[in-house]
T-cell receptor, first 111, second 114 residues
Framework: TQLLEQSPQFLSIQEGENLTVYCNSS?????LQWYRQEPGEGPVLLVT?????EVKKLKRLTFQFGDARKDSSLHITAAQTGDTGLYLC???????????FGTGTRLQVTL | GAGVSQSPRYKVAKRGQDVALRCDPI?????LFWYQQALGQGPEFLTY????????KSGLPSDRFFAERPEGSVSTLKIQRTQQEDSAVYLC????????????FGDGTRLSIL
């Protein structure tokens, strides 16, 4: 059972468009991470957010952690074909070391 | 290499056979995790080691699944009497062990049960 629901499940857009991916839960997470995974490879960490309300920017990617630490969003500005992949949010609960992953959002960016 | 290494990359087995999947973590990483990922889904936690101690095995789906890390480095995930629903990608990750440390993932073993 996955506690983190992501939306949309699939997203196909053209290069240059903006998009937002949402990650929602009824549980509180002490920290939340976003990963990107390409076919045949393991997930690669993009960012970790710890504080409720925190916003982090990495070039064209903006990550936000909800005030109540139950939700997060990833916004990509001017998408590029290289952004194509499976985007996963994942959270730590309490002091547990294990990650609970979201259901995933598959993004395809075309020319 | 410097990353997490998993072998084999692909494994095909007949239903009822036993399989063993290997994970070589990054040198010096204290924590090691196993995840199961179904096609198009996010990974699901199986088990976690800190050094050689298995601290959490709450995600193992049945007693057919067994993991070990006898010397606190290499880990093996064993599945006995495989069934078709065991078909998935099995991912291994390692980290330094402190709270919220990034987990570094291997490229996984794709297991197909016929």
């Amino acid at each position: 059972t996955q506690l983190l629901e992501q939306s949309p499940q699939f997203l196909s857009i053209q290069e240059g468009e903006n998009l937002t991916v949402y990650c929602n839960s009824s549980s509180v997470f002490s920290s939340l991470q976003w990963y990107r995974q390409e076919p045949g490879e393991g997930p690669v960490l993009l960012v970790t957010v710890v504080t409720g309300g925190e916003v982090k920017k990495l070039k064209r990617l903006t990550f936000q952690f909800g005030d109540a630490r139950k939700d997060s969003s990833l916004h990509i500005t001017a998408a590029q074909t290289g952004d194509t992949g499976l985007y996963l949010c994942a959270g730590f609960t309490g002091t547990a070391s294990k990650l609970t992953f979201g259901t995933g959002t598959r993004l395809q960016v075309t020319l | 290499g410097a990353g997490v290494s998993q072998s084999p990359r692909y494994k095909v087995a007949k239903r009822g056979q036993d399989v063993a999947l290997r994970c070589d973590p990054i040198s010096g990483h204290v924590s090691l995790f196993w995840y199961q990922q179904a096609l198009g889904q996010g990974p699901e936690f199986l088990t976690y080691f800190q050094n050689e101690a298995q601290l959490d095995k709450s995600g193992l789906p049945s007693d057919r699944f067994f993991a070990e890390r006898p010397e606190g480095s290499v880990s093996t995930l064993k599945i006995q009497r495989t069934q078709q629903e065991d078909s998935a990608v099995y991912l291994c990750a390692s980290s330094l062990g402190q709270v919220y440390q990034p987990q570094h993932f291997g490229d996984g073993t794709r297991l197909s049960i016929l």
